[in-house]
């Protein structure tokens, strides 16, 4: 019913008003925070099942573009592509608090509170911006997909060979 492209934008569109409402929430509201990370991970699991059924809509395209059959190399660039951002998105906090002051156990300075809100509220809202707007750009929308999709199985059924060969006649 919907262009996966625009889905990806309301998901973020989700996650970052979710991320948003909970940086502005008094630190002892336990329960609205929680309802806040709810919807964070509402919008973070839309966003990760469309950008994987994307893959397969990039791998046919190319197949139809180009006329050779590229599903490996697209979805395993993809996956690639995937685990280093999921790499450097583990990884900043733990930098972001070693360069901000961050002490565990102790009362937070200002500099370490910054830090805090950079890791889990700034830096990912500021990432899944641009990402939504990149998704403006995005052409393959339920029509054109289609339409390839189509123009693949007629392709492949022309080239398809027998699945088995008639066995030879007896006398």
């Known amino acids: 019913r919907f262009d996966k492209a625009h889905l990806i934008i309301v998901a973020g569109i989700i996650e970052v008003a ?7 929430m008094p630190v002892d509201a336990v329960w609205p925070q929680t309802a806040a990370q709810v919807f964070v991970g509402v919008g973070l699991g839309k ?7 994307m ?8 197949e139809w573009s180009t006329k050779r059959q590229m ?8 996956v ?19 360069l901000t002051g961050f002490e565990a156990g102790a009362v937070q300075t200002a500099d370490a509170r910054l830090g805090i809100d950079l890791a ?11 990402a939504g707007v990149a998704m403006l750009f995005y052409k393959l929308d ?6 390839f999709e189509s123009e693949l199985a ?12 008639s066995p030879p006649e007896t006398l």
């Open 80 to 98: 690639f592509a995937v685990k280093t951002g999921v790499a450097i998105g583990a990884a900043l906090p733990g930098l972001l608090f070693a």
């Open 142 to 147: 339920r029509r054109t997909i289609a339409h």
């Open 154 to 165: 007629q392709r492949r059924m022309q080239s398809a060979p027998t699945p088995f060969p």
């Open 71 to 78: 599903t490996g190399l697209a979805v395993s660039g993809a």
């Open 120 to 130: 889990f509220a700034i830096v990912p809202a500021a990432i899944i911006i641009p």
């Open 18 to 24: 979710a991320i948003s409402a909970f940086h502005l």
């Open 47 to 53: 966003m990760m099942m469309l950008a994987y059924s």
């Open 55 to 62: 893959f397969t809509d990039i791998a046919e395209y190319l």
